[in-house]
């Protein structure tokens, strides 16, 4: 058995995975338990739940299943790692323990009558936290729960309230300690990224006591040791699931452009500044412990985190970078959140097949997808449009027009990043990256090469690599599918021409 191992964990919408892995990022074993998120209609809203005794208990028995299977070489665990949902929190009761709400999935927008009678506007609240207004976010969800929780009042009286990312109730769960990190902080719309904490402003507009809210520690502070019979397993790393998913190979690529296309497609890149363009987010990616800000010099051997063993130094990547690293973030909504409402339309289940013959036909005439599902999102960021379709269009002419409403957003939003330096190779993961002329059909809209690796556990892993410090051992020779871009005038064509159609839906 290798001399160190790595214990992570990533709770997810549908299911909570547990894997240990080698510290050159083979992963050993992975256990996985269900946890549903259900949907159920309120009146007006929809509300969007998980359960967090489902959860708790889930993760509880993989960590098990990962303990009964290594025996006696659990000792090797040497750091454990967790991600999550980040805009997902609960009520629970800080005294004992006891969750007194579901969990409200970050896809849950019941607060939105709150933050729509507030003065917040986007301006101020991306100043503040780099993101927007958004009933996505936690602190109108959380505003929600006081004003209509019984449970959580009362635990508010007796001062022993919890509303937080379900981070927290799990590291109380397994530490005995209830903290969370930045990227899960930031995800409530109260945490503040420039001063990297709680904003006392926005408490004060959402009416949030700051006594509720757990602490914040850094990407790789001290989160409290995992008890596993006669073990202690010291956490130390907490990251949100996309940001950890761009650690999988290591230390993240700034001239990389990330993008994940699944529920929706979320595309990121690497930065050390917070200036990012109008209409991208700005999310923290790695804020390390006790950091001053200063650059690390090629030269010196020196690893994020404190009074670790040699097996975790920090590789040297790049020549001199700033060690907090952000990310700069888009989201495009209507990917397979958009699957009902095209089955709708279509008449089709919408399979595998379905797409990649809807991706091999060449329209002879318009065809185009004006895609809000779910709202629009960067870099238009409007909830108040209807998804349109250009003309009247048969079934897999319609899936054409949505797919490459798709892949022409990811586009805008990889030319935006792109003022920070032309990217020189996008990373794509996700459902929808298995089809492969979705992938060539970015590739010849963007101009960059796009990689697909066959690594499905990409958060996973991430979120190893960051508890065991991004070791230099850690595996980047992925075996990768790579499509090159082609000159494609036609799909060029039907690219410039949606950007005229999106301005004109969008003008006033």
Request: net charge negative; glycine share 8%; proline share 7%.
């Given at each position: 058995m290798t001399k160190s191992l790595v214990l992570a964990i990533d709770q997810g919408g549908q299911s909570s995975r547990v894997a240990v892995y080698t510290l050159n990022g083979e992963q050993l074993h992975c256990f996985s338990a269900p946890c549903a998120t259900s949907h159920k209609r309120v009146s007006e809203f929809e509300y969007i739940e998980q359960d967090p005794v489902v959860i708790l208990s889930g993760i509880k028995n993989c960590i098990e299943k990962i303990h009964h299977v290594l025996g006696d070489d659990t000792k090797h665990i040497t750091a454990a790692g967790f991600a999550g949902q980040g805009s997902s929190l609960l009520c629970w009761d800080t005294k004992t323990g006891e969750a007194l709400s579901p969990v409200l999935s970050w896809q849950d927008v019941r607060g939105h009558l709150f933050?729509?009678?507030?003065?917040?506007?986007?301006?101020q609240a991306r100043e503040l936290t780099g993101l927007r207004v958004s009933p996505h976010y936690g602190a109108s969800k959380m505003r929600w729960c006081l004003d209509n929780n019984c449970q959580a009042q009362d635990a508010l009286k007796n001062n022993s309230l919890s509303i937080s990312p379900i981070v927290s109730y799990i590291f109380w769960h397994l530490t005995g300690k209830s903290c969370v990190d930045p990227g899960h902080a930031q995800r409530t719309l109260l945490w503040n990224l420039k001063s990297s904490n709680w904003d006392e402003q926005l408490l004060g507009l959402f009416k949030i006591p700051r006594n509720i809210l757990p602490e914040c520690k850094s990407h790789n502070g001290n989160f409290g040791n995992l008890r596993l019979s006669a073990y202690q397993i010291p956490f130390k790393a907490s990251a949100r699931d996309q940001g950890a998913s761009l650690f999988c190979r290591g230390l993240p690529d700034q001239s990389v452009c990330y993008v994940n296309i699944g529920t929706g497609a979320f595309i990121q890149r690497v930065a050390s500044t917070l200036d990012a363009p109008e209409g991208l987010l700005v999310s923290p990616l790695w804020l390390p412990e006790n950091d001053s800000h200063e650059t690390i010099e090629l030269s010196s051997p020196t690893c994020y985190a404190a009074e670790l063993a040699d097996d975790f130094k920090l590789p040297h990547l790049l020549n001199t970078r700033e060690k907090s690293l952000y990310a700069w973030e888009a989201t495009a909504n209507g990917a397979a959140s958009a699957i009902a409402f095209m089955q709708e339309q279509t008449g089709l289940k919408i399979t595998p097949d379905d797409i990649n013959n809807a991706l091999n036909i060449e329209p002879a005439h318009d065809c185009f997808f004006l895609n809000?599902?779910?709202?629009l999102g960067a870099p238009y960021w409007r909830t108040d449009l209807a998804s349109v379709f250009s003309d009247i269009l048969v079934p897999h002419e319609k899936i054409l027009a949505w797919l490459e409403s798709i892949i022409f957003q990811v586009s805008v939003n990889v030319d935006l990043m792109n003022q920070m330096g032309s990217a020189q190779k996008i990373y794509i993961s996700g459902g929808f990256s298995n089809a492969n002329v979705l992938c060539q059909k970015i590739a010849d809209v963007t101009q960059?090469?796009?990689?697909?690796?066959?690594?499905?556990?990409?958060?996973?892993?991430?979120?190893?690599?960051?508890?065991?410090?991004?070791?230099?051992?850690?595996?980047s020779d992925l075996k990768e599918d790579i499509f090159k871009p082609c000159l494609n005038l036609h799909l060029r064509s039907r690219f410039e021409h949606w950007k005229q159609l999106m301005e004109a839906w969008l003008a006033p």
């Open positions: 933050l729509e009678s507030i003065p917040l506007a986007n301006e809000a599902i779910g709202g960059i090469p796009v990689h697909r690796s066959e690594n499905a556990d990409a958060t996973l892993q991430g979120i190893a690599c960051m508890a065991a410090c991004i070791p230099a051992s850690w595996k």
